[in-house]
């Protein structure tokens, strides 16, 4: 995790020890739908297992990973924004979407999770603030869907234009 974003790192070859990863290459923290991923997947881990220790240990990089994810939040929609410098789930640079269904997706089971988790530690207001913005970014998932061809689309481009690849 790069503790100076809370961004939680997408791809590090197994040679790393080997390479200067984090300062010759981009693809350490590229994707942004992996921080709420973390949280949605740490969340996962809760409710099957209840290992309050985990929970306990990984509490400051939860925190991070949900800092990074409201530093890219869009607050009119509840959506998170996709860096210039970064990707979604998809890293296609020709099909480069400022929103993504996939990452949306990541974000709301991510908000919910941290909301569940903060509950556990018996922080109320995390848990009602992380409700909140998992309430927000569901009811804008209908941004994604296209009427007219009953389809979800994959993203938004600049300006909330569709990017109308089917999901």
């Not at 739908?33 to 400051?60: F, H, K, Q, V």
């Not at 970064?86 to 909301?115: C, I, Y």
């Amino acid at each position: 995790q790069d503790h100076t974003t809370g961004a939680m790192w997408h791809e590090i070859s197994q040679s790393a020890a080997y390479i200067d990863w984090f300062s010759l290459y981009p693809y350490a923290y590229r994707h942004t739908d992996i921080s709420p991923s973390y949280l949605a997947a740490m969340g996962n881990i809760w409710r099957s297992s209840g290992d309050r220790a985990l929970l306990e240990t990984s509490w400051p990089s939860l925190q991070e990973a949900w800092r990074f994810c409201l530093d890219h939040l869009d607050r009119q929609d509840g959506l998170l924004v996709i860096p210039a410098d970064q990707s979604g789930a998809n890293e296609d640079k020709a099909d480069r979407t400022e929103k993504e269904l996939p990452l949306e997706m990541a974000w709301v089971a991510g908000a919910e999770s941290l909301s569940e988790l903060a509950a556990a530690r018996g922080n109320q207001a995390l848990s009602e603030e992380a409700r909140h913005y998992a309430d927000h970014a569901r009811a804008s998932l209908s941004k994604f869907w296209d009427a007219d061809r009953s389809y979800y689309f994959e993203g938004l481009l600049t300006g909330g234009r569709p990017f109308k690849q089917q999901m």
